[in-house]
Each structure stands twice: as C-alpha cells, then as structure tokens.
C-alpha cells in the first residue's frame, strides 16, 4: 500500500532582508532537500538538535507556510501546491501539538469553545447535541473527565492543558497528528504519561505521527521510525531497532553516545562533539557535518553524500559507506 504521507525533496529558505533597501541579501538554507515517508498507522520521530529544521519540516507540512520547492502528498493527493481555500478540507486530516501547551490554549475561550471552533469549521456537527456528543467522546479520548469542557485553560495543569492540545488535534478525525516537541516542557512523570496516552490513541484511531523531538530517550520508548536531521538535511532514517542498536551515520552515533542505555551493563561508544552547529546561512560545503565528525577525510569537504541503503530499511548518508567494509567505522551490524 502507497505511504499515508510521501514528502519529495522539500526545501524551505527563508530570505535574509539587509541594507539600505531592504534588498535579499542571503538565505538562510533552512529545510534543505528532505525527502521521507510516513504509512498509515506509523510513527516516524524526526529528530536533531534544536535549528536542526525540524520544526520547519512540520510547519511546512501544514503549511503554516509555504515550502520553497519540493512536493507533499498526502494519501495520493499533492497538497503543496493548493490554494487555503483549497487546502480547508485537507487540514483537518492533519493534526497537530505544539511544545507549550500554556501560549497555545486561548485564555479567553472554554475548552468547550475551543475544540468547537475546528469542528464547526470542518462541518462535523450539524446541531448542538451532537456538538455535545463529539465533546465529550474528545474528553473520554485524552482521559479527562467530561464536565472539562464548560471549564477555562487556567484552571487545567500543564499535562492536562496538553490533553486539552491533544483534543483539539483529534478534534477533525485526522489521519496524521504532527507533535513538534510536544512533551518537552512537561514535567518528567507527566511526559511518560502523555507519550503513553499518544500512543494508546495511535493504535485506538490507526493514526499516523510524526514526532519531532531532540529527546532521544522519550523516541526509543515509543517510535517505529526514525529520521535524523543534521543543518536542513536528512542524514539517517531507519527502523528504531536498528537505528539505536547499530546507527550507520557518524552524528546519529554521536547523538546517541549521551542517551542513557536502558539495560545494565551495556554501553554505547562516547563521543563528544566539539564545536557549534555551522550556520545555515552558511552551511559546510561536502558533507554538512565535516566540520564536527570524527571520522572526516579529504572527500567529505568536497563530496555531497546522498542517502545510501546501508541495510533493509536503513539509509545514511555518508561516505564511509562506499570505503571497504574493514576501513569503514560504522559497518558493524545488529547485535543479535
Ligand atoms: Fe563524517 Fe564524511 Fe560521513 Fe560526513 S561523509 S558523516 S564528514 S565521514
Ligand atoms: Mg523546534
């Protein structure tokens, strides 16, 4: 079956205004050329550090605005190009919950309110009573209790503001839920369990998710999938087993180095990255993360390297790939 959500070299550069005239004087190079997939039903976790350009991705994705060039298509059908108005159907196959949930409720509205607001837009209930209805199975959806929805945001904490979040995204039966960072300001006991409730509620509705996280730890817990971006660009993606168990790119390896390893007495190679993330206004020429990685050699300066299929399932992109299998550091496979 073809991937719920197919994304083709998407590119987002943002045009830096200077001088006198407010000329274009740059870009800052922030989604690059990203291409990935997403089935029905999956989790695919982008991760990076922060300015990474994954937040850009989801963004995108919904277009909060509108990407540079590339295509997104979402269950067969090009989205890139619609117009708003267009668009007004599609939006509400996309969820989506942002990092904070107390900038991101509406002080001044009910909660009953806000989550009438998408689905009255979408057309989803023709009369109060069911209004009433798909209220309170939202309420019985993230766990809160049902008399929530005549209460205000202040009166809610954190992790039930972001249930309150959570609702509002469901709230136009959506197929694919965008979460850009969206258990990273709670509190550690709260984190585990919202992560829990997402994914209680991707198996219930079959929904697929795109989790952008820089928190590692939190996507080896709950991920099928996922892709790693390094300065606007993709450098690895692969199923969770193997990209945690056996990663096949240098900055993959070295991002994993500071997780924690779940069972005692294993250990993950140390490896401590030296310098800043280069600008993207300015990116490295070759391989984007010459400038850090342990392993750089005369070809990474010059050469691009694309993503390569180093296993089933698993791509990277690097140049020790197409070294001999005895001179290149990241050929070991999976443990058993
Ligand atoms: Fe490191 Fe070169 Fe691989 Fe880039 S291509 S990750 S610089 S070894
Ligand atoms: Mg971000």
Redesign the pocket.
Known sequence: TPPLLEVNDLKKHFPIRGGFFGNTTGYVYAVDGVSFHINKGETLSLVGESGCGKSTVGKALLRLFAPTSGQVVLDGRRIDDLSQGQLRPIRRRVGVVFQDPFSSLNPRMRVKDLLAEPIRNYGLAKNGAELDERLAKLMDLVRLPRDAVSRWPHEFSGGQRQRICIARALAGEPDLIICDEAVSALDVSVKAQIVNLLQDLQRQLGLAMLFISHDLAIVEHMTHRVAVMYLGKI?EVAPRRSLFGAPK???TEALLSAVPVPEPGAARKRIVLTGDVPSPINPPT????????????D???T?V?ELQQTQPGQW??????DLPEARNPLSRSLPA
């Open positions: 450098v790119h240098p900055y070759g391989c984007r993360f010459h400038t850090r990685c342990p392993y750089a050699f070809r990474c300066k050469d390297p990277a992109a690097c140049h020790l790939h």
